[in-house]
């Protein structure tokens, strides 16, 4: 994912992080490394991509977050259980 992530583009990353999911790793990894900015809407999709791993037994966490996408992981109590590692 790169760039902003906000009405335009969610639905590209609902699609790709319900992809992954299906994709049965045990794990899966979002990368934001190169996200310069996440909405509400984006940080919706994640959540129900979470939601959606969880239930099939699987982890969803988030790495490369810069830091005011973190600060919005943190500001919604989220950074933990996203597991988010930033810069």
Do not use: C, K
């Not at 992080?17 to 994709?23: S, T």
């Not at 239930?55 to 005011?68: C, D, E, F, K, M």
């Not at 919005?72 to 989220?78: D, E």
Request: zero cysteines; glycine letters at 10%; aromatic letters at 6%.
């Amino acid at each position: 994912m790169r760039g902003e992530i906000d009405l335009a583009s969610v639905g590209a990353l609902r699609s790709a992080l319900f992809a992954a999911v299906r994709g049965g790793s045990p794990t899966v990894v979002v990368d934001l490394a190169e996200v310069d900015f996440l909405d509400a809407l984006g940080l919706g999709a994640l959540v129900a991509a979470r939601t959606r791993a969880r239930a099939s037994g699987q982890r969803l966490v988030v790495i490369g977050a810069r830091p005011l996408t973190y600060r919005l992981f943190a500001l919604t109590n989220l950074a933990a259980p996203f597991d988010v590692r930033h810069h």
